[in-house]
Nanobody, 130 residues
Framework: QVQLVESGGGSVQAGGSLRLSCVAS?????????MGWFRQAPGKERQGISL????????YTADSVKGRFTISQDNAETTIYLQMNSLKPEDTAKYYC??????????????????????WGQGTQVTVSS
């Protein structure tokens, strides 16, 4: 059974930094094509902000966080990270780690998962105060 467990969330002031981690267990033989980070603010749809393609170093990052957020993974591709710098109040959301095979980039610049057989973590809260 695949489990994704996030850590590293918290409360920071605007301009601060946080580093999120996601450890995947039971994942080595059940890999998806992409792992990534999604976030969901109250009343909003869950949006993908950064994805990394398995077996490569190819990344996809939403325009609104490009230059501030960086996704990376370990060599085993069972742990991914999200380094978040220059945080803004609008970055406040619950952040989820996910493994997906397909996604769509919409006109708002965010990524949205497709299909039903995706893996999701429980999420970690990030709160940025002004």
């Amino acid at each position: 059974q695949v489990q994704l467990v996030e850590s590293g969330g918290g409360s920071v002031q605007a301009g601060g930094s946080l580093r999120l981690s996601c450890v995947a267990s039971g994942y080595t033989n059940n890999k998806k094509k992409f792992m990534g980070w999604f976030r969901q603010a109250p009343g909003k749809e869950r949006q993908g902000i950064s994805l990394i393609q398995s077996g490569t170093s190819i990344t996809y990052t939403a325009d609104s966080v490009k230059g501030r957020f960086t996704i990376s993974q370990d060599n085993a591709e069972t742990t991914i990270y999200l380094q978040m710098n220059s945080l803004k109040p609008e970055d406040t959301a619950k952040y989820y780690c996910a493994a997906v095979d397909q996604w769509t980039r919409r006109g708002d610049g965010f990524y949205y998962p497709r299909g039903e057989s995706n893996y999701w973590g429980q999420g970690t809260q990030v709160t940025v105060s002004s």
